[in-house]
Antibody
Framework: QVHLVESGGGVVQPGGSLRLSCAASGFTSSTYGMHWVRQAPGKGPEWVAFIRHDGNTKYYADSVKGRFIISRDSSKNTFYLEVNSLRTDDTALYYC?????????????WGPGTLVTVSS | DIQMTQSPSSLSASVGDRVTITCRASQSISNFLNWFQQTPGKAPNLLIYDASSLQSGVPSRFSGSGSGTDFTLTISSLQPEDFATYYCQQSDSLPLTFGGGTKVE
């Protein structure tokens, strides 16, 4: 059974950084891609980043390109989203999410999310 | 980027009502369209994938239709647990994009 749990969120000042983690179970991280999606308070979901199953091919939303880095540690079955140069509009609940198939764009499995608050 | 436009943004309905939500894509996405339900404090929950396929475990009162640019989510008989916000999402290409949401009150 697929299970995803995010952690690493918190309160950070503008310009600061955090490393978000997504601990995965029920599947082998090296055989599936993973997305990060965020949701600002009272807003709809926004796709942020995707790492393919190969671990090397990565995609980012324009709003975070150059500031966020997605990665994976297969030995720990964990995915990461390093969020840098944070702005107030990055405040959101950050979810990791994946599909049923190898590099699926249909988001079936979601974690409960980890909250990032950017505030001075 | 593919823009997804949902309507209405909110609607008022009663238990037993038939509810229809529409989603329009800014360009053709074939049938790469998914519908999610979200309740406060929870992650989105996939209801319909590939425009019309019912996700495992989802009640049959939910159905989806459409292809190309115009899509519809229908709840045949609204139940108390269906009062929530619904989002469409295109899975045709990156960046994945979501509609603005429809709150069913």
């Amino acid at each position: 059974q697929v299970h995803l749990v995010e952690s690493g969120g918190g309160v950070v000042q503008p310009g600061g950084s955090l490393r978000l983690s997504c601990a995965a179970s029920g599947f082998t991280s090296s055989t599936y891609g993973m997305h990060w999606v965020r949701q600002a308070p009272g807003k709809g979901p926004e796709w942020v980043a995707f790492i393919r199953h190969d671990g090397n091919t990565k995609y980012y939303a324009d709003s975070v390109k150059g500031r966020f880095i997605i990665s994976r540690d297969s030995s720990k079955n964990t995915f990461y989203l390093e969020v840098n140069s944070l702005r107030t509009d990055d405040t959101a609940l950050y979810y990791c999410t994946k599909g049923k198939n190898i590099d699926d764009f249909t988001l079936v499995y979601w974690g409960p999310g980890t909250l990032v608050t950017v505030s001075s | 980027d593919i823009q997804m436009t949902q309507s209405p943004s909110s609607l008022s309905a009663s238990v037993g009502d038939r509810v229809t939500i529409t989603c329009r894509a800014s360009q053709s996405i074939s049938n790469f369209l998914n519908w999610f339900q979200q309740t406060p404090g929870k992650a989105p929950n996939l209801l319909i994938y590939d425009a019309s396929s019912l996700q495992s475990g989802v009640p049959s009162r939910f159905s989806g239709s459409g292809s190309g640019t115009d899509f519809t989510l229908t709840i045949s008989s609204l139940q108390p647990e269906d009062f929530a916000t619904y989002y469409c999402q295109q899975s045709d290409s990156l960046p994945l994009t979501f509609g603005g949401g429809t709150k069913v009150e």
